[in-house]
Structure formats: structure tokens, C-alpha cells
């Protein structure tokens, strides 16, 4: 049991005193970075880069990790609080975790979503301490074809996702996959549908672009008319036994979402193009499809906050698992992370577990202090955050209307893009108007920037043919499985109809 | 309602045949032994759009959905006021950050908002319009290291003197 | 002390007044407000990681009064970061690290009327090699068996890269061009995702910079076939080079500090003291060692005749592969 020999030398690396006090420090930090809209881990680890030449390298990764993690939690406070994804990452944490703050359950959701991310963190750890070469060696596994598949498997989970009007839901996905090619055609080196000519969108429409408009303004703007401005969220509030019976609550109706997304979230983020967003996104559409009351989903269930929760944790400890295992980056901020690595003279790949024995181990040991530091950080400042939703309305409004424009520029540092934000804003109340549903248009821009290019790649690679999704060993029953999925409701609408024809 | 919902379906419509004639720059249809163009996917997405609006459009005229057959108003005067008093805000606000800076835009966004849509009292106003803008400040500028938008030559004084502060 | 309007003005001034000497007279020219490290690439790739080494040493050593703010622009190719550059509102604080989409962006998207000749010569930080790679899997050991291999797959042959026009492509259409050889090209969006698809055996070949496939050259998973240099890199003496294979032809990426389109010379200058202390420092000296950079030192002279002819050379190889 060599591992772990490894793993307590690991844990002990992380709990010297001056690696305890940075895990603190940065877990806390995190927390506050990825509560705010716009900024997400990328942005704090890319800060505090430079700080970590001070300390050893040790230390140092340790540090930007669990400003990582902090950010990962604090996701979900944004989702629930405000109501507008921070991250991408987040985005199915809003699903249910915002109908629930509305119901004055923010605690509920807080809590949820904390433990979710400390169960879904810890297990992914747990794997990663005994099963991080095999892994490495799976996600080489996937090429092009693979992930085009897993993206469609994405799709399929949510295909029950959409309101009840299918040609809106329809054209939302369309649209939400038109504006992500906007900008610049990779694989023909071309500027692409750069819109009446406006230089600014050659850089692309963004995911947060998008949602900040979508659910920063749009929503926003919507729930101020329909309430005539009288809103105030049923007074949410706050006591220490609240929060042992939150507790309770969160586990007895979020331990089955939690158990998917912590198993899929790190599956998925283990592959290297995929990464946590299409994690949390699975895991949310999965959790809603085995449960027995998916009519809840959507309407503040706490399973649909713990699944997609659990994911992005989950996901975001597998996407260090590439980094340090290939020295490939599974997302930016692991991007960044790796640069890091590379600073400090590390050379991320194949050998590093062997050559700096002591340095991945130490990592890996403050993995776990630093998830658990991040849910008692976390839970210890939930009070914080659902204070904050007890202010009157009027003044919560314009804050959350600030909140988005400083972080849409924070995010996109582009003028063009925050214009964008508000007409997708004002775009999206209208729709919202009229019943068409959002929530799709949004998912496709996250997905289809991964999708549309593994398509093309994987045709090129088979010189056409299509048959290349359903040959190859891996990707085929992938696909098979998601053409059934979307196929699903289909059949059901067939079956009733006969049913009612045989009536 | 339900003349807006034809309105509104013709619009995307439009919009979706903008966007197809748009992606056609690149080709859009499937290169033999290469696969799709550059213009291939966004092309008959926006086809779907078309015809997604073509369907919202003859349920329309059948009646079938809920605002096709609702003889309400889109939004009463209450509600176009609101909206647009806070849909322009919004957007005098982001007009406002190439003349006065993103942080002077802050401060007028909140004064009109919380003075004059809450009627909040001048003190609470003046004191939230002082504090977040030097709040955000110390937090993007000094702690996150990411610059916000400056306004017009006017506007550099303040700047310097806050840089000078926190750097 | 009451705050009236007239106070804060007269502390702003006091603020401003005891500002100004130190900004006046310790130097020529010093940045007043932090400095916009434009990168023309998104997060991870060879620019990212040297713009943000960049970074660290020159704050980790105190060296500017103002911060560098890294900011990764890379849409359309680099288009968005050369427009940004080109329309700087404050060209004394805007700096960009280029690659090669610096010269080639501008050739192929010419709507975008960015002349890179305007644009103010900093500091050359070094340039990158380029290197044909293998997977050991494939028993090639030697280009003439990568040549031999590729003509009897007859168009079936797969490499990867990060896309027509970019840098590798243009090595990989101008070794098929040399040696009559048929390939079929996958783009990808990042040089790590091309190593990684390489390493899973989905493709079978890559031109990439060394610092891109080190982990896995060390690893003993790659094998490196030629190298696109003027001469033998030292970190891989063995791998002979497209020259001794009778072809004029080298290849390298440009790691180079360029400052926007009328940057005052003053702050030119400075940068240029900042960036040179840098360049001989210690840190970076390590850096292109380790990741197998070349040096290229270069005085703004030399710099703008570099820049003339790379953008002919750019403009010929690119008529090339798209003629």
C-alpha cells in the first residue's frame, strides 16, 4: 500500500503551518472571488500567480488550489443569491437554487449546495489518490469523436429541460448554438459571421455574455414588472438552528444528486476538453431523469442543487488529474495553474510523479484539508450571504444590476460585449414575455464551442464519413445511448397517442 | 399579447434569414472528404430558427398557445413605465462609462436608481453612491488587478491620485 | 475634519503635488496608470505562459511603480488583440506579447487595416523552434522513414495542429511542398490539446514547439524527427535540422514585447529598460534554456527590418498554401 504511505507524508506536507494558513487564506479568498458574477477561480489564481514566488512551489500550488476550490463554492452563492451564474459552471446550480432563495429557502440552498461540493470534492479525491494513472490513460483515450459524442449525450440529458412549447425551445437551443460560432472559424482560419461587420464580434460571443444578460438583466427586469417593484423575497431567515435543521433537510432530499454528480462530474472532468461545465450539466439532467419526482426539478428541488454542485467540484479536482498527469489543461484556470507549474520550473507530464514524488503528493494531501476547510469556511458565511437578501428590494435591484455590468467587463474587459449584455438583457425580457425559455439558448453556448469542432475534427479524421461516431469502440455506444435519449420523448408522445387512439 | 407574438416571431424570422445569408460567406454545405464548411453549422441552425419560427407562427394561427389567445395588453402603463425607467437606466449607465468611467457611472446609476425609482433618502444614497464605487475600486483596481473603463481626459486627475494611493 | 467638496479637491491636489516629483524627475518617464499587457492568445498556450512569467518577475523584483495587467485577447485569431492595440486609447500604457498571428492575421483578415509597422518595437524576448514529433508507438525514428511512411499511407496520413494559417501549418505545407507528401490536417484550438491527441494516438504527427511536447519527450512518448532551426538545438542535439536536409528553410516563433501604434519614445524607453533587465535576468535566462528558446536580441532598428522582412516571407508562404 504504497499510496498510502505516499498520501499521509502528502497530508502532513499540507498541514505544516505555513501551508494550513495558506489554505485558509485561500479558500477564503475563493470563496468570495467566485461569489462575485463574472469572476470565477480563473481570475483569482491568475492574481495571486505572482505572490506565489515567495514561497516554495509546494506551498505555492497548494495556495493557488485552494483558491480553486474556494471559487468552485462560491459558484453556487451567485446562483442562489442573485440568481446569475457566475461561472459556467455554475448555471444549473440557478435551475433550482434560485426558485428555492425565492421561496425564502436560500439557507436551504446554501447549505445543499456547500455539502454537495465537499461530498463531490472528497470523492473525486479519493479517486484520484488511487486512480490517477489508469485515468490519465482513459482521457487519452478520447479523441475528437468521443467528446462530440459525450456532447450530445449532454444535449440528450436535457432535452426535457425546455418549456412546454417545443418550437420555442427549439429555436432558444438554435440560437444559443448560432451565436457560440460567431467570431472565428478554427478550423478554417476564417473570421466567421462577424455580425454587420462590427469588429467586436470577432472575438466571439461568450457564455457570460449571454447569462449575465439572460439572468443578470433580463430575468431581473421581468421579476421587477410582473411584481409591480414590490418584491421583497419572503423574509429569509437566519438562526443556528435553521441551520441544523437546513442541514438535516439538505441531506435527506439532496443525497441521491449529490451521489450523480460526484461520480459523473469527475468522469467527464477528467476528459480534457470536456470539463466541469458539461459535468454539472449532465449530472443536473441525470439526476432529474432517474428521479421518481422530476416535476420538482426546476421548482427548487434540492437534488437539483446538490447534482450539478457536486459535479463542478468533483469535475474541477478531475481536471487536475490531466494537468498533472498529461501537462494538458482541462480548463483555463488549470491553464494558468499549469503556467504556474512551468514558473517554478516543474515540468507537468508523464514524469511527475515520479520525479517530484513530493510535490504531487503534498497537492494531492491538501485536496482534502482544503475541501474541508472550504465547506466550514463556507457554511460559517452563509449567514453573510442571506442577510444580504433581507434588504429591500430597491436597493438589492440596482446591486445586482451593478453587480453584472462591473462583472460582465471584469469577465469580457470589452465595451462591445458589455453593450451586447444589455441587449441580450432587454432581448431576453421580451422573450421571457412571451413564454419562449432561455435556459436552452444559454446550455447551447456553453456546449457548442466543444461540439461544433470535435464534429468537424472527427469528420475530417474519417474523410467524411459519419459513420466514424458509431465504429469507433468508445464513442459508438456513447452515441447510440444519446440518440435514444432524444429520441425518448418522442416515443412517449407516440405511445400516449396510441394509448389514447386505443381509448 | 397576441398581436405581439406574431410580431415578435416575424422579427426572429427575419433575424434568422440575416443570419443564414451571413453564414453563407463560408461554404455551407458538406465538402466531400472533409465535412461540413466553415458555414455549414451556424447556416442550418439558423434554418432551424426559421423554421421554429414558422411553427411558433401557425400555432399562432391556430390558436395554441397561451399569448396567441390572450386579448391583454403586452405590459400596462405601470409596466411599460417601469420597465423602461429601469431598462434605460441600465442602458444610460453603460452610455455613461466612456464619458464619466466605469466607476463615475456606478455612482450616477445609483443616485437615480435608489433617490429617484426606491425614494430613498439623499443620505442613504449619497453615502451607497460614495462607498461602492471606492469600494469596487480598492477591489478590482487594488486587490484584482483588472482595469475598468476610464472616462474622458477629465476624469485622469481622480484616477492618478487613487493609483497613487494603492500602488 | 468635515469632507466638503472643496476639501476633498485641495487633499486631491496636496495628493497630486507630492505625486508629481517622483514622477517628474527620478526618470524621463515613468507609467502613471497600470500598464495593459495585452496577450494576443488565449489562456494556456506559449504566449500566456510567457506573458504571465513575464509578469511574475517583473513583480516578484518590484522593477515598475505601476502594475503589468495580463489580459489574453486572442479572439479572431489575434485580430481582437491587434485592433485593440491598433485603437488604444493610451498608447504610453499599452503594451502586447506577440506570436506569430502578429504577421499573418494582418495578411490573411486585410478588412482589419492593421499595419503591424506601425506599431512600436519593444524588447525581442526569444524565439521559439519548431520540431516534427512522433509517437514512439509508430517505430518511425528518422524523417526519411517519416517520408517513406507518408507517401505509402497516400493522403491517409494525419497530423494535427492549431490551424490554417497558423505557425505549424505553414512548416507542415512547406515540408509537403519540399518532399511531394500528402497530409491530412486536423486543426485544434491549442497547441496542449494537439500534444494531448498525439499522445492518445488519434493523430500521428505534430509540428510543435518543444516546450509543448517536453512532458512527453521526457516521458520517452515522443520522438523527435527535425528540427526548423538554423542549427542543432542543444536540447535535442541528435535531431538534425531542415537545412542539413538541403531545404533553406527555418521556422520560429516570435516571443517579442511590442508597444501600440504611437507610444511616446520616452515610455518606449522605459519599457524597454524594464524589459531588458528582465530579458538578462537570471529567471528568463533559465526559462529559455529549459523550454528551449532561442535568443534573438534585437535594437529597435534591427527590430522594425526583422518585422519588413518577416511580413514578406509571411505573405509568400501564405500565398503558397492558399494558392
Known sequence: MEVFSFLVSGIFTALEPINIGLILIGVTVGLFIGAMPGLGSVNGVAILLPVTFLVPPASAIIFLAA???????????????????????????????????????????????????????????VFFTLFAPLLATVALNFGPPEIFALMLLAFATFVGLGGDDIPKTIFSICFGLVLATVGFDTISGEPRLVLFDIQGFLRGIGFIVLAIGVYGIGEMLWTIEQTRGEITTTNPKMTAKGLVSDTKEAVRRGWKGTWIGSLLGFFVGVLPAAGATPGSLMSYGVA????????????????????????????????????????????????????????????????????????????????????????????????????????????????????????????????????????????????????????????AIVLGPIAEPTMRQSLLLSSGDPMIFFTRPVAGPITVIAIFLILLPAFKILRRKREAAAN | ??????????????????????????????????????????????????????????????????????????MDAFGWRTVISVGGGIVAFVALISAVSMYGAVAFFLIYYLHFLGRHSWLLTLSLALVLPIGLFLFFEGAMQISMPQGLPFTQPFFDVMYDIIY | MKLTKRNFMGLAFAGALTALPVTAFAQDWQPSRPIDFTIMAGPGGGADQIARFVQS?????????????????????????????????????????????????PIRQDGLGVDIEQFTPVTMMGVDPFVLWVHKDSGITTFEEYVEKVREMDGEYVMGGTGSGQEDSIVIAYMSGAYDLDIKYIPYDGGGAVAKDLAGKQI???????????????????????????????????????????????????????????????????????????????????????????????????????????????????????G
Open chain 1, 67 to 125: 483558491i480553486y476550490y474556494g471559487a468552485m463554492y462560491g459558484g453556487a452563492i451567485s446562483s442562489v443569491t442573485l440568481g446569475i451564474p457566475g461561472a459556467s459552471t455554475a448555471v444549473a446550480t440557478t435551475f433550482d437554487g434560485r426558485p428555492l432563495a425565492l421561496q425564502g429557502r436560500a439557507s436551504l440552498a446554501l447549505v445543499t449546495a456547500a455539502l454537495a461540493s465537499f461530498v463531490g470534492g472528497t470523492v473525486a479525491t
Open chain 1, 288 to 443: 432529474k431523469m432517474v428521479s421518481k419526482t422530476p416535476h420538482e426539478y426546476g421548482n427548487g428541488s434540492p437534488d437539483g442543487v446538490a447534482a450539478p454542485e457536486a459535479a463542478n467540484n468533483s469535475a474541477s479536482t478531475g481536471a487536475m488529474l490531466p494537468m498533472l498527469t498529461l501537462g494538458i489543461p482541462g480548463s483555463p484556470t488549470t491553464a494558468i495553474l499549469l503556467g504556474g507549474m512551468v514558473i517554478w520550473g516543474l515540468t507537468p507530464g508523464p514524469r511527475l510523479f515520479v520525479d517530484q514524488s513530493e510535490f504531487v503528493w503534498g497537492l494531492i494531501g491538501s485536496f482534502y484539508i482544503s475541501n474541508l476547510a472550504a465547506v466550514l469556511i463556507n457554511l460559517a458565511f452563509i449567514p453573510l450571504f442571506v442577510w444580504m437578501l433581507r434588504m429591500p428590494f430597491t436597493i438589492l435591484a440596482p446591486l445586482i444590476f451593478m453587480l453584472s455590468i462591473v462583472g460582465g467587463f471584469a469577465a469580457s474587459r470589452s465595451m462591445h460585449d458589455l453593450w451586447l449584455i444589455v441587449i441580450f438583457g432587454i432581448g431576453a425580457f421580451f422573450l421571457r414575455k412571451f413564454d419562449y425559455p432561455l435556459a436552452p439558448a444559454v446550455l
Open chain 2, 1 to 74: 399579447m397576441r398581436q405581439g407574438e406574431i410580431s415578435l416571431a416575424g422579427l426572429l424570422a427575419l433575424f434568422s434569414l440575416y443570419l443564414m445569408w451571413k453564414s453563407a460567406e463560408l461554404p455551407i454545405g458538406y465538402i466531400s472528404g472533409k465535412g461540413p464548411g466553415g458555414g455549414f453549422w451556424p447556416f442550418w441552425l439558423s434554418l432551424g430558427m426559421l423554421l421554429s419560427c414558422l411553427a411558433i407562427a401557425w400555432n399562432w394561427w391556430r390558436g395554441k398557445s397561451p399569448a396567441s389567445v390572450s386579448d391583454e395588453p403586452l
Open chain 3, 57 to 105: 518577475v517583473v513583480e516578484a523584483n518590484d522593477m515598475t511603480n505601476r502594475p503589468l495587467i495580463p489580459t489574453n485577447r486572442g479572439g479572431g485569431s489575434g485580430a481582437e488583440a491587434l485592433l485593440h492595440l491598433k485603437d488604444a486609447r493610451d498608447p504610453d500604457h499599452t503594451l502586447m506579447v506577440t506570436l506569430n498571428s502578429f504577421y499573418t492575421t
Open chain 3, 204 to 322: 500521428m504527427a505534430t509540428v510543435n514547439n518543444p516546450a509543448e511536447a517536453k512532458g512527453f519527450y521526457e516521458a520517452g512518448e515522443f520522438v523527435p524527427l527535425l528540427a526548423f532551426s538554423d542549427e542543432r538545438m542543444e536540447a535535442y542535439p541528435d535531431v538534425p535540422t531542415m537545412k542539413e536536409k538541403g531545404h533553406d528553410f527555418s521556422y520560429y516563433n516570435q516571443r517579442a514585447i511590442v508597444g501600440a501604434p504611437g507610444m511616446s519614445d520616452e515610455a518606449a524607453a522605459y519599457y524597454r529598460d524594464i524589459f531588458g533587465k528582465v530579458y538578462e535576468g537570471d529567471e528568463w535566462q533559465n526559462y529559455l534554456t529549459s523550454e528551449s528558446l532561442s535568443p534573438l536580441p534585437m535594437d529597435e532598428a534591427e527590430t522594425r527590418a526583422y518585422w519588413a522582412t518577416q511580413v514578406a516571407n509571411h505573405r509568400q508562404l501564405l500565398s503558397e498554401i492558399d
